[in-house]
């Protein structure tokens, strides 16, 4: 009797709590729903292979490849300058017999795709040029002949093969980790910061700060400074463990690096504050995860917005963590400097002030001066 008495008290409990029911509830088919949108999205790469100095057969066979689009320079200087800036996945350029292939390899599945794109196209281009020859010298040579000379002409001319970033061993982790990183960095200095203010809420220490003169703008600030210094250690951990122990190789400043991830701890940080107003206990708080986190996630780049609906590009604009996904991929993927990352980082700063704006005006429910 007893257990059931429990048990009828906290269904109760529950039942009342319409806030509780409705994450428990609705939270999953929200989060299925977007999952649904992002693993049906249409993932199959499209690159654009640039070339200098190679012949209209072999240009004419790549561009046949289903998603493969070449692009010829005037110069191997403004093919190269073309991928620096990664206006292409990759170049092919010619010298003598020989070619050069130099690929972006920031997205391992598009540098798979030039790589198979250009082996094919030279394999079929030799293969006709040997048929040509062969047909030409029938009726001069005795099959013998022919036959060396097929076998000569067959071979495959010398490839050698580059990268712009990383190597050959290079794998689709590397293209998602700065999103990761960003990611982790956002979700603890959340979900920390959001429980640590809801204690003090919920212990009356916060109703006790409030019953004194101070100023709301001066404890958001005092939460703010002492939350703000662990996540700065937070931050170091979490990117020097990414880049230094999985040996991430980051082309541009570490500097810019970890002023990214400050600044998206920031806003992770008065973000978790501010959602914490609208929790009662900590599993509420938890709760929000699957709203508030995890959507940031699916629209920042872990899968590209270009093969998703239209509307997604729209959200992920409201979104800290696509501004920061953003500036990481410039540096640690394509060595860009402040000037690359300044729209991003003022984004993220942007971010910062509304949310600590919002934080000042909620202690308002709180207390009314």
């Not at 690096?257 to 920031?266: E, K």
């Not at 996904?325 to 394509?334: E, G, T």
């Not at 909620?362 to 207390?367: E, F, N, S, T, V």
Request: overall charge positive; aromatic content about 12%; glycine content about 6%.
């Amino acid at each position: 009797m007893r257990t059931l008495a429990i048990t009828n008290r906290i269904v109760k409990e529950l039942s009342r709590d319409k806030r509780t029911l409705a994450l428990l509830f609705l939270a999953p088919i929200f989060i299925m729903w977007l999952l649904s949108i992002m693993f049906s999205a249409n993932t199959k790469p499209h690159v654009t292979i640039g070339t200098y100095n190679v012949s209209s057969a072999l240009v004419q066979r790549m561009d046949k490849v289903k998603n493969v689009k070449t692009k010829e320079y005037d110069s191997k200087a403004a093919a190269q300058r073309a991928l620096k800036d990664y206006q292409v996945d990759s170049i092919v350029t010619k010298n003598g017999s020989d070619y050069h292939v130099r690929y972006a390899n920031i997205d391992s599945t598009k540098t798979a795709l030039s790589r198979q794109a250009f082996q094919l196209a030279l394999q079929r281009t030799q293969a006709t040029a040997t048929q040509r020859t062969i047909h030409k010298l029938a009726a001069t040579l005795p099959a013998s002949v022919q036959a060396q000379f097929g076998q000569q002409s067959s071979a495959i001319p010398s490839v050698k093969s580059s990268y712009q970033y990383g190597d050959h061993n290079t794998n689709f982790f590397s293209k998602v980790i700065p999103v990761f990183m960003g990611f982790f960095v956002f979700f603890f200095v959340f979900l920390i910061s959001g429980i640590g203010l809801l204690k003090e809420r919920t212990s009356g220490t916060l109703d006790r700060l409030l019953a004194t003169p101070v100023r709301r703008g001066e404890i958001v600030a005092g939460y703010m400074i002492s939350y703000g210094a662990v996540a700065i250690l937070q931050t170091v951990v979490i990117v020097a463990t990414t880049i230094w122990l999985l040996k991430v190789e980051v082309v541009g400043s570490l500097f810019w690096v970890f002023v990214i991830n400050f600044l998206l701890s920031l806003v992770a940080l008065a973000l978790g504050i501010f959602i914490s107003t609208f929790a009662s206990s900590e599993f509420q708080m938890v709760q929000f995860i699957p709203l508030v986190v995890l959507p940031q996630i699916f629209f920042s780049g872990l899968v590209p917005l270009s093969g998703m609906p239209s509307w997604t590009v729209a959200v992920s604009k409201i979104l800290p963590l696509t501004y920061a996904s953003n500036a990481m991929n410039d540096v640690i993927l394509k060595g860009g400097g402040f000037n690359a990352i300044a729209g991003d980082l003022c984004a993220l700063l942007i971010f910062g002030i509304i949310f600590v704006v919002l934080n000042i005006i909620g202690l308002k429910r709180y207390r009314k001066v």
